[in-house]
């Protein structure tokens, strides 16, 4: 390897190949490539692709990369929304950031928990008499009342299905083609528009919530210059938080399933005692399956890494997928295997295990929803693995490696759900 050299190129353009092949699809040219950083180009713009925790930290690295401008427009009109956080860098970004951050502590977190079991108990009446459910579907729609409730933003049941499929898309179609895409940007500035009058509402005194909820906490912060932010931004940041709360019901479908096609793990996790595994279980659904593929960034000044030189303003994507199942970290990547965690001292990986970001949470990017995302996973697990019973019909619950965000191809179909008869349980353990 040269001094100042280019990073190896990859291909002329990824865009397709990476559309046809997902997830999988850096690590495997790094792989081919033998090198952790190749060039290429993605939707025409020269790209530099990096994968791997050494990477991570480079990414991380706040002199040498930024955010601002760096996320595709098609992003921004469907997935983070314009003037959102994911683009704001230094100061004005740890403003914000700890704004969001102030609702994460435990009694708020309790909170949102309190709603979602309470929903649960109103769903659950209304499903035991139905033939079957779609898991994937039930989530989202639980979840968005429950964040809804918790956020301050009032819902009317009849408004659920709307709210719930509006935010599904605006994570759905970020990265679809064509009618799904445009349906996108249309589900994101119709929720804009209802939230900003809802925020306009608050602020001339027609709402009256309590102003520890976040509708209220984001529409009276203040900004440095001591301004209230924009009501429009406002609706943008609220939907930053309803939105990936609903995106978790993936993960919660993802963690069921793992239920049944490792059934190992259930039986250590009904184990007494087995809240231990129950985090590494959670960790290894948060690692193993796949959600967000990368992110973007652009280089901030000129620089040399591993002899590989940067270019300013130069695009790079940071491989979150293959950083997470990258060989030279993980042994045996692509086991689903929550043991591995007994010996990784770290509850949050800096940049080894990175599904939502890595570094800091409080000066970096690194999603402010892990702890919830961990709670509502915890949660789906302690219902599935030991609360209800229900039976799983055949059904294909193959996951595409090449439909972002991944799914199980059913949405996880189960007939028959019921509470556990206490009764029944102590017979049979007494049995
Ligand atoms: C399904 C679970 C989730 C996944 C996979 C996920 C993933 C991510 C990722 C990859 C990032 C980008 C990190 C970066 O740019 O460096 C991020 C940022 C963010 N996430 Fe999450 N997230 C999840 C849940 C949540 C939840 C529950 C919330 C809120 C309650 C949330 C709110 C945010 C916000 C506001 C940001 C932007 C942070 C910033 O730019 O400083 N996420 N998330």
């Known amino acids: 390897m040269g001094h100042h050299a280019e990073p190896p190129m990859a291909s002329w353009e990824s865009t397709y190949p990476i559309m046809r092949c997902g997830y999988p699809y850096i690590s495997a040219q790094c792989d081919r490539l033998g090198s952790n950083l190749f060039s290429s180009r993605l939707l025409l713009k020269k790209t530099l692709f990096m994968r791997g925790e050494e990477a991570a930290a480079l990414f991380y690295d706040e002199a040498r990369f930024t955010r601002v401008n760096a996320a595709p427009r098609r992003l921004k009109k469907t997935l983070f ?79 659920v299905p709307d709210m719930t ?71 943008v940041e609220l939907i930053n938080v309803i939105r990936p709360i609903v995106a978790v019901a993936r993960y919660m479908v993802f963690a069921v399933m793992a239920l049944h096609e490792y059934p190992h793990c259930l039986d250590k996790l009904k184990h007494p005692g087995a809240g231990r595994y129950r985090q590494h279980f959670i960790q290894e659904v948060r690692r193993y399956y796949p959600f967000f593929p990368f992110l973007a960034a652009r280089v901030k000044t000129d620089f040399t890494w591993q002899g590989y030189r940067f270019k300013r303003g130069r695009q790079a994507i940071l491989d979150l997928y293959g950083t997470n199942h990258d060989a030279q970290r993980w042994a045996s990547p692509d086991q689903f295997y929550p043991e591995r965690f007994e010996n990784e001292p770290q509850a949050f990986h800096r940049f080894a295990m990175i599904p939502q970001g890595g570094s800091e949470h409080a000066t970096q990017h690194r ?55 206490p009764l ?4 049979e353990e007494n049995g």
């Open 81 to 159: 929304g314009e003037g959102a956080v994911q683009g704001l860098d230094g100061q004005a970004h740890r403003q914000r950031k700890a704004l969001f951050l102030s609702l994460m502590s435990q009694p708020r977190i309790d909170a949102l928990m309190q709603w979602v079991e309470q929903y649960w108990q109103s769903h659950l009446t209304l499903w035991q008499p139905q033939a079957s459910i779609t898991l994937l579907d039930e989530f989202h729609q639980l979840l968005c009342r429950a964040a809804c409730a918790w956020c301050g933003i009032p819902l009317h049941q009849a408004e």
């Open 165 to 235: 499929n509006k935010l599904v898309l605006m994570v759905e179609g970020g990265a679809a083609i064509g009618p799904k895409h445009w349906a996108s940007r249309r589900a994101r500035r119709q929720a804009e528009n209802a939230l900003q009058a809802l925020v306009s509402q608050y602020r001339q005194g027609r709402h009256d919530i309590d102003p520890s909820l976040p509708l209220a906490a984001f529409a009276d912060f203040q900004e440095a210059n001591g301004k209230v932010l924009p009501s429009h931004t406002v609706a």
């Open 367 to 421: 999603c402010p929803g892990e702890w919830i995302t961990v709670a509502l996973i915890n949660w789906a697990i302690e219902k599935f693995a030991q609360q209800v019973r229900y039976d799983l019909p055949p059904q294909d619950l193959t996951i595409d490696l090449n439909v972002v965000p991944a799914r199980p191809r059913s949405g996880l179909i189960i007939t028959n759900v019921r509470p556990i008869d």
């Open 424 to 427: 029944s349980v102590t017979t």
